[in-house]
């Protein structure tokens, strides 16, 4: 399948600082804010950890180095891309970081999130809390629906996956933004990313990426806001990249994020019809066509002269006889 796309970023500092008070960023992307091209088929997003030393170097090293893996095997314009080419450019990322490692106490490290589209549809990889979400837009949203989200990984999901901690509880725990997994030099056990396939795309999808700095209100977070912004009374892809960077313009943390909106799906045939909602390939109110069965009628018939006629010639036969 080949994919007509538009797409965008927001990268923006939010309210972190450096040492010296001046705006500091730690997430990266690729393709680079300002850069991006609708030709582009390979989007990696990664943020870099907060509190640790050059978080800013392990988030860029790692979208370098998966990028320049995945460009080396021919694979953004599309064509085949496999889980053993993932595998290839998660380890180069981990070498390259291996390289960087200034043997600080404190390790730099970095989230990633990896989105590849290629002829068989789409290939979704993730280490840490930042996040992939696969959306197909309703009218509103209530008839939106996130058909994929990524999982976090991290401290706060682990304690409610064992009942040692409620949703509800989240926004007060004292170690909410403590993750489980990550890319950092020289790990003894390199962390395996998780990954998910798709073939489910269809015209007018969005895959949104973000660092969790875009999620600090409950809402976005929950996937509340979501739902709506990316309801096609959202407006366009252009329009939700804006309300998107309104409704985060106050957050504390960098946010960063990919919006990759699915302009039409195409195969080596032409443009793909998909079934609507009704789960047929034509409007829910019309009837399917009635099947022409004309010419089962006239073999039938032929059928039934034949027999008469072989029954009127043994008749005949008979009647020589007798």
């Known amino acids: 399948m080949k994919y007509v796309i538009d797409a965008y970023s927001i990268w923006e500092f939010g309210k972190r600082k450096d040492a010296e008070g001046n705006p500091h960023q730690e997430d990266s992307l690729y393709p680079a804010h300002g850069s991006l091209s609708d030709a582009d088929r390979t989007f990696i997003l990664c943020d870099g950890m907060g509190g640790h030393d050059a978080g800013e170097v392990a988030s860029a090293t790692v ?7 995945v460009l080396a095997d021919g694979h953004d314009g599309g064509g085949i891309f496999t889980d053993s080419d993932l595998a290839d450019a998660v380890e180069a990322a981990f070498d390259a970081l291996d390289r ?11 989230t990633m999130t990896f989105l590849k589209l290629h002829d068989k549809g789409a290939t979704i990889a993730h280490i840490g809390d930042s996040r992939v979400y696969h959306i197909r837009p309703g009218k509103t949203g209530a008839d939106t629906k996130i058909l994929h989200e990524t999982t976090d990984h991290s401290l706060v999901n682990d304690l409610i996956r064992i009942n040692e901690l409620r949703k509800e509880d989240v926004a007060t725990f004292k170690h909410k933004n403590v993750i489980t997994r990550a890319m950092q030099p020289r790990m003894d056990n390199r962390p395996k990313a998780d990954v998910y396939h798709t073939a489910d795309i269809r015209p007018g999808d969005y895959f949104y990426m973000c660092s969790d700095g875009m999620l600090e209100q409950a809402d976005m977070d929950s996937g509340e806001s979501l739902l709506n912004i990316f309801s096609t009374q959202g407006g366009d892809a252009r329009r939700k990249v804006e309300i998107l960077s309104g409704a ?5 943390d960098n946010h960063t994020a990919f919006v990759i909106h699915i302009a039409d799906v195409i195969d080596d045939h032409g443009r793909l019809d998909f079934p609507t909602d009704s789960g047929t390939d034509k409007p829910a109110g019309d009837k399917p066509a009635r099947k022409n069965h004309g010419w089962l009628y006239a073999m039938f018939a032929v059928a039934v002269i034949a027999a008469l006629c072989l029954i009127a010639l043994n008749y005949l036969k008979l009647s020589d006889i007798f």
Do not use: F, L
């Not at 979208?63 to 893996?69: D, G, K, V």
């Not at 960087?100 to 970095?110: I, P």
């Open 63 to 69: 979208c370098e180095a998966m990028s320049r893996s």
């Open 100 to 110: 960087k490692d200034t043997g600080a106490e404190k390790k730099m490290g970095t």
């Open 248 to 252: 985060t313009a106050d957050n504390r």
